[in-house]
Every structure is written in C-alpha cells, then in structure tokens.
C-alpha cells in the first residue's frame, strides 16, 4: 500500500519562503501524476498544483502561478512544492495527492485517489 507523507510545513513571515516534501513509499509512485491541495482554515480544499509522472507537464492555481514549483525527484519517489513570495492567504494545512489513473494531468482533488495527511503552513503578516 503506497502511503505518502508531508513535510516542510511551518511558521513564515509574508515574502518568506518554504519547501514542502511529499515523501511516496513503494516503487510504482514514481509512475502516479502528483499534485498539490491545500485547505485554508474554514474554507473548502482547493488545487495548488499538479505534476506529471515523468515530471514534464505541470499546472499551476492562478493563484500560485510565479511564486510556486512543483518538481519531484522519481529516484527519491519525493514530490516538492517550492513556495516563495509567501503571502498570508497561503496559510492552509498543504495536502500532497497521487492519481493513479492513465490519461492526462488534471487538478480537481475528485481525480486523486490517495492523500497524505497534510502539513501546516502559516504565513504571518
């Protein structure tokens, strides 16, 4: 059973930067398309970003677009959210996901099928 688990997440100032991990067990992750959610406190879960599996297709939030990268490391079967310009409507528990279906890089959390539990992120003004 594959399992993921994040990390990286904390307390920044606005302008700040973090690096979030999303670490997969077993060897068939490198194969999922990865993604990015987070859920601002009393708001619903949205999309942050996505990643292919061979890592060379990538979506991006509006909202994220210019501030945040998404990349994974297949040898390391590791998925990275880079977050700079840190802004405090980022604060948000940050959830990693895997879809594990064929086809193409989508963004809406009902296409991913396993979650980690989530990291927190906390942006100070």
């Known amino acids: 059973q594959v399992q993921l688990v994040e990390s990286g997440g904390g307390l920044v100032q606005a302008g700040g930067r973090l690096r979030l991990s999303c670490a997969a067990s077993?060897?068939?992750?490198?194969?999922?398309?990865m993604g990015w959610f987070r859920q601002p406190p009393g708001k619903e879960r949205e999309f942050v970003a996505a990643i292919s599996g061979n890592g060379g297709i990538t979506h991006y939030a509006d909202s994220v677009k210019g501030r945040f990268t998404i990349s994974r490391d297949n040898a390391k079967n590791t998925v990275y959210l880079q977050m700079n310009s840190l802004k405090p409507e980022d604060t948000a528990r940050y959830y990693c996901a895997a879809d594990r279906t064929l086809g193409p890089v989508l963004s809406g959390p009902q296409y991913f099928d396993l979650w980690g539990q989530g990291t927190l992120v906390t942006v100070s003004s």
């Open positions: 077993g060897r068939t992750a490198s194969s999922y398309k």
